[in-house]
């Protein structure tokens, strides 16, 4: 009888491990990005120009979202020549301006409509896009999902391999 649960065990976790990575939106991976729409840029507005794209969708009061900006702010650093990484939030102005600590040094945008956020049909933050220079996602999902987690070597892979 032993045998047989351990291999019904087995065969579970086997069974976990190759399910399909999670993500709570519509997936636009390998298709074209829609346009980028935000309200008001909080910052200077990017050129975007021949760079990838990382979009960050996020909320003041979100503690993973805050947990994850040291981390855009590194792969903003890291991969500046490359990469542009972009925050929006569908909060109002003041709110995300008044928020001191984790300091975002990326981009920064809201939509208050949230435009973008319903067209990608975010249904939990934060939600990570990153778009290729010729306009096609290449990875999208929660940046902290178990197995799937986006870290300086997947952007590295990813900038590698365009």
């Known amino acids: 009888m032993r045998p047989i649960i351990l291999l019904i065990a087995l065969l579970s976790i086997c069974h976990i491990n190759a399910q399909e990575k999670k993500i709570w939106a519509k997936s636009f991976i390998n298709q074209e990005a829609p346009e980028l729409v935000v309200e008001t840029w909080l910052t200077d507005k990017p050129d975007t120009e021949g760079k990838f794209v990382l979009i960050d969708f996020w909320a003041t009061w979100c503690g993973p979202c805050k947990k994850a900006i040291p981390e855009l702010n590194a792969f903003q650093t890291k991969f500046k020549d490359n990469l542009v990484v972009i925050g ?75």
């Not at 939030?89 to 435009?115: C, F, G, H, L, N």
């Not at 096609?136 to 999902?145: A, Q, R, S």
């Open 88 to 162: 929006i939030s569908d909060e109002p102005s003041s709110k995300v301006r008044s928020m001191k600590s984790p300091k975002m040094d990326y981009y920064s945008a809201i939509d208050t409509q949230a435009r973008l956020k319903r067209i990608y049909e975010v249904q939990g933050i934060p939600h990570c896009v990153l778009i290729n220079p010729e306009g096609i996602v290449v990875w999208e999902g929660w940046p902290h999902l178990e197995g799937h987690e986006l870290t300086e070597d997947v952007i590295d892979k990813l900038i590698k391999n365009n």
